[in-house]
C-alpha cells in the first residue's frame, strides 16, 4: 500500500491524503486513506506523507544505448554530426556495448521517474537483458535501414523477426516488442509494406521516425526517387497502408493540417521529441494542432546524443513552454495536458493503455513518488503545476514497477550505481579508441 | 584551496588536476596541482575529485520574492494572470512576505549554483536582509512604477534613493544596488530621463524591462500617447539618452538589427529570459544576431511566478536549444557561449565584471562545485557539453561565495532549509487569505 499526502490518480483526478493499494504487480484500490485504511490495515505500507504519487512517466521514443556517446558532439549541422561523428562511432558498436549503454539510460530513467519506455536500436536482445535487470517496462525494436538494398533488407527483417521472437514477453512480461523500419527515407516504399504485413502477423507495433525535418520529403525522392509532389510524408506513408493504430509515429514535426487529420483518424500515437527537435534545429511540431484534433500524443526524449538526457521532467517543462512562445498564446498545451502526454499518452503510444498510465484499479502498479519538500516546490499551490513546470528529475524519491521497487528514498535496488557509471565510462572509451584507429 | 579533476577558469579554459587557491574573499592563484600544490601545502583543501569547479552562475533578472507565486497561475493570457492573479496577490504584500520569498529564492539560487543575481522588486532592504543572511551576491533595484502621475513617481524615487543609500555595501560589500524604472509602458519618458539623472549621480546602474513583447510599442502609445511611428522601444528609449554601458535590460525579445546595434554601441547589458519568454509566450529573443554583433548578454530566469524555478542550469539548456530551431541552424548559441552569457555575461550585467565571472587571479571566490559522479553525466566526453546540456541544479554539491563556504556536500551551511520552507509556505497561505478575503 502506498500512502501519499497526493495521489494523482489521473491528471484531472488528484487526491489529498490517498492511498494505492497493490497486490503482486497491480492496483487493487485507490481512494481516500481515511475510506480505505481499516480494509487494509495488515498491508506493508511505503509512506507518501508530505510526497505526491503518481503514475511513472512513459518515454515513448529513445535510443537508450546512445548514452554512450552523451555530449560526444554537439552544435553541429546534423548531416555532418551523423557522417562525421555518430555513424564512424556507430560502425564500431559491439552487442554487449548496447547493454552497457542500455543499463545506464536505465540507470537514469529509474532515477528520474520513468517506469516505461520505447526504444529503437540495433542489438535489442541485449537492450532487453538490461531492461530485464533494471526492472523497467519497455517496447524494443530493432532499427531497420534498407536503403532499397534487397539483401539488407532480407537481413533486418530476420533481426527483427529474431527479436521478437526472442524478446516478447520477457522480463514477465515487461518487455514488448515491435518492428522498428527507420524512416521513410531510409526504407522503400515496397519495404515499409513489406514489413508492415510481417508486423501484423506477430500482431506487434511499428515504431518509425516520421517527418521529423522539414526536408524529409526531398530525402525521400533522392532515395527513391519518388516525387511526393504536394504531398508530405504522412499522406505518402499513409497511401501505402502503414498507418493504423499500432503504429507509433517519431516526431512528427512537418505535417499539414490535412495530414494531422489523417494521423487522429487513424489513430497513430506520436512520440514528440521537444528537446531534441529544438536541440538539432529540427523545428517545433504543432502540438496544440494534434491535440485539439484528437491525435494521441506522448511524451520522449529521444537518445541521449541529441538531448542529452533523458529526464522526462524536463521534456515535460519544455514541451509546456516552447508551443505557448510558438503559438503566440500562453494558454496552449497546459499542465495538465502535459502530464497526460507523459503518461496516458505514452501508455498508449507503447500500445499499454489497458495496462499502464494511470493508478486506477486494475493496472499495473508502475508508480512513482516526488518528495514535495524542496526549496523550488515550495509553496505548494497547484500539485499538477509542480509536476510540470517546477519538479525535476531528481525529487523523484521512490519508483515502484511491476510491484516491485526498483528505488526506495533515493536508493536504487535494482542496480549497482557505481559500476554501471564506471562500466559505461570505460565502454564508451574503448568505443571510441575502437573507432579512432 | 580548492582542487578539481577539471577547473573551468573560463569557458574557454579548462584545466585538469587543476586548484583554484583563495585566501580571504579572493583568488590568489589557479592552476595545475602538480605546479602549485608545494606551494600552499598548508592550506585548508576543498576536495573536488571526480568534480568539476568553475565560476558561480549569474542569474542576471528576477523578482526573488515572487517564489511566493510559485505555481499559484499558470497557463494564462498575460494581462489577465497580472490583473486576476498576481497584482490582486502583490496589493496585500507586507514587507516581511518580501523577506520569507527572497530567502526561499536565496535558498534554491543557492543549491542550484547560481551566487550572484539582479533582484527587481518591492520593499527591497526586506530582500537586501535575506541576500545577507543567505551569503548570496546580488544587485538590488526598487522597481519604480509611474504612470505619468507626478506624485507617485516622487515617492517612487524617494524609496529607490532611500534603497540605494541603506543597502548599497552591505553583507561586506555583497550587495549593491541600482534604480529600477519598471518598463517604458510604465514610466513616462520625462520620469525615465529623471530616475536615470539620478542614477548616475548616486554612481549605480539602471535595471529595466524593455522590448519584453511584441505590442509594447502600443502600450507606450496607450500610457503616454506616444507614437514611436516605425521606432521600437530601444530606438525610443535610445533617443532619450536613457541607454548605456550601466543599463541591465531585461528581455530585449522584440528588436530590429538596427535596435541591435544601437545595444552593442552603447554596451547596453541584456538579461536573457528564455523559459519566462516561453511560458509568457512573448516570443524568442535574437540572441544569436546580438552575439553575432557584439551585445553583452547574460542569462536569467526571471521571477518563479514566469518560471517557476530559479535554476540556471534549466536555463542554460533551454537558451542552448532554442535558438538552434527558431533559427533552423544547429549550429548558432554553443555550449560554450551559454556557459560564457551564465559566467562573465552575468557579472557584466551586473556590473561586477571586475569582481566576478571567472575563475583568475584577483576575482572574488565565487565558486561551484558540480559532482560528475551520476549517470546523466557518464559518460564524459566534454567538460562544457555536459555542464551545459547534461548537468542539473542538484548536481552542485559545493557553493562558495566571498571566499566563505555556503553550501558543502549538499549540506547548506548558512540557512536551516526545513525552516526557510516552512516559513515560506505559511506565509503564501497567509498572503493569500488575505488577498481571497
Known amino acids: 500500500m502506498v500512502k501519499g499526502s497526493f495521489v494523482v490518480v489521473r491528471p484531472d483526478k488528484v487526491l489529498r491524503d490517498a492511498v494505492v493499494v497493490v497486490e503482486d504487480d497491480r492496483i487493487v484500490d485507490v481512494g481516500k486513506e481515511s475510506e480505505l485504511k481499516g480494509k487494509y490495515n495488515r498491508y506493508e505500507v511505503i509512506d507518501g506523507k508530505g510526497k505526491v504519487v503518481f503514475p511513472g512517466?512513459?518515454?515513448?521514443?529513445?535510443?537508450?544505448?546512445?548514452?554512450?556517446?552523451?555530449?560526444?558532439?554537439?552544435?553541429?549541422?546534423?548531416?555532418?554530426?551523423?557522417?562525421?561523428?555518430?555513424?564512424?562511432?556507430?560502425?564500431?558498436?559491439?552487442?554487449?556495448?548496447?547493454?552497457?549503454?542500455?543499463?545506464?539510460?536505465?540507470?537514469?530513467?529509474?532515477?528520474?521517474?520513468?517506469?516505461?519506455?520505447?526504444?529503437?536500436?540495433?542489438?535489442?536482445?541485449?537492450?532487453?537483458?538490461?531492461?530485464?535487470?533494471?526492472?523497467?517496462?519497455?517496447?524494443?525494436?530493432?532499427?531497420?535501414?534498407?536503403?532499397?538494398?534487397?539483401?539488407?533488407?532480407?537481413?533486418?527483417?530476420?533481426?527483427?523477426?529474431?527479436?521478437?521472437?526472442?524478446?516478447?514477453?520477457?522480463?514477465?512480461?515487461?518487455?514488448?516488442t515491435m518492428f522498428g523500419p527507420h524512416a521513410p527515407y531510409t526504407c522503400s516504399p515496397e519495404y515499409l509494406q513489406k514489413v508492415k504485413e510481417i508486423a501484423e502477423k506477430y500482431g506487434v507495433g511499428i515504431h518509425i521516425h516520421l517527418a521529423e525535418t522539414k526536408d524529409e520529403v526531398n530525402k525521400v525522392k533522392e532515395a527513391f526517387g519518388i516525387d511526393l509532389k504536394n504531398k508530405g510524408v504522412i499522406e505518402y506513408i499513409n497511401e501505402l497502408g502503414i498507418l493504423d493504430s499500432s503504429v507509433l509515429a517519431a516526431h512528427v514535426v512537418w505535417v499539414s493540417e490535412k495530414e494531422i487529420k489523417i494521423l487522429a483518424e487513424k489513430n497513430v500515437k506520436v512520440a514528440h521529441n521537444p528537446v531534441s527537435n529544438l536541440k538539432l534545429a529540427s523545428g517545433v511540431a504543432p502540438v496544440p494542432q494534434m491535440l485539439r484534433t484528437g491525435v494521441s500524443v506522448g511524451l520522449a526524449t529521444d537518445g541521449a546524443a541529441s538531448n542529452n538526457c533523458l529526464d522526462m521532467f524536463e521534456e515535460m517543462k519544455v514541451a509546456a513552454i516552447v508551443h505557448k512562445a510558438y503559438n503566440f498564446d500562453p494558454t496552449v498545451v497546459s499542465a495538465s495536458e502535459i502530464l497526460e502526454m507523459a503518461t496516458t499518452g505514452g501508455a498508449k503510444a507503447l500500445l499499454l493503455e489497458k495496462d499502464i498510465g494511470t493508478l486506477e484499479i486494475g493496472k499495473k502498479a508502475d508508480i512513482v513518488i516526488v518528495d514535495l519538500k524542496k526549496p523550488r516546490l515550495t509553496p505548494l499551490h497547484n500539485i499538477v503545476s509542480h509536476l510540470v513546470y517546477a519538479a525535476k528529475g531528481d525529487d523523484v524519491c521512490t519508483v515502484i514497477v511491476d510491484g516491485k521497487v526498483l528505488m526506495e528514498n533515493h536508493v536504487v535496488k535494482v542496480l549497482d550505481e557505481n559500476k554501471v557509471m564506471e562500466l559505461a565510462q570505460k565502454t564508451a572509451e574503448d568505443l571510441i579508441s575502437r573507432a579512432q584507429t
Request: net charge negative; hydrophobic share 40%.
Open 57 to 176: 512517466l512513459v518515454n515513448c521514443h529513445t535510443h537508450a544505448a546512445m548514452t554512450l556517446f552523451r555530449g560526444y558532439a554537439d552544435d553541429m549541422v546534423l548531416s555532418e554530426w551523423l557522417t562525421k561523428k555518430i555513424w564512424p562511432i556507430e560502425a564500431h558498436l559491439k552487442p554487449e556495448d548496447v547493454y552497457v549503454g542500455t543499463l545506464l539510460a536505465c540507470l537514469e530513467m529509474l532515477k528520474s521517474g520513468t517506469t516505461a519506455f520505447a526504444d529503437m536500436y540495433f542489438y535489442m536482445d541485449e537492450a532487453a537483458k538490461a531492461i530485464v535487470e533494471s526492472g523497467l517496462r519497455a517496447v524494443i525494436s530493432h532499427g531497420m535501414i534498407e536503403l532499397g538494398n534487397v539483401e539488407k533488407g532480407e537481413k533486418e527483417i530476420r533481426e527483427a523477426e529474431r527479436i521478437v521472437k526472442s524478446c516478447q514477453g520477457l522480463g514477465d512480461g515487461r518487455v514488448t
